[in-house]
């Protein structure tokens, strides 16, 4: 899913449905070039630490969606509403974000 290539709601959702939401926490950026990506983290590795790892190519950073909290997975997907507000939110995020500012951390939306 790229925010410059007309991105739509159903991206979104294929992405999140293909997350495992037990399978831990997971963080949702997008990449100076409008990617978005969904990480699970694995190991000792922190949100910040993840942060630290992307710095030179993130954008956005989401709050940490966290491991059994229902926000990620196939049933994730479905919820017309709470993916609605998401998708809304990286499209106006992205485009309030002019190229060479600052990565920022969302965590409302």
């Known amino acids: 899913m790229n925010l410059n290539a007309n991105p739509s709601i159903t991206d979104l ?3 999140i449905a293909s997350a495992n939401d037990s399978a831990g ?6 990449d100076t070039q409008g990617d978005v990506y969904l ?3 694995d190991g000792d590795l922190s ?11 993130l954008k956005l950073r989401y709050e940490t969606f966290e491991r ?3 926000y990620m997975g196939p ?5 017309e509403a709470w993916v609605g507000r998401l998708f809304r939110s990286l499209v106006k995020e992205w485009q309030d974000r002019p190229s060479g500012t600052d990565s920022e ?5």
């Open 13 to 15: 959702k294929d992405l």
């Open 68 to 70: 059994g909290s229902g």
């Open 105 to 109: 951390y969302i965590d409302e939306y």
């Open 47 to 57: 949100p910040v630490g993840f942060e630290d790892k992307v710095s030179k190519v």
């Open 75 to 79: 049933e994730a997907a479905l919820d």
């Open 25 to 30: 926490h997971h963080i949702l950026w997008v």
């Open 39 to 41: 990480n699970c983290l």
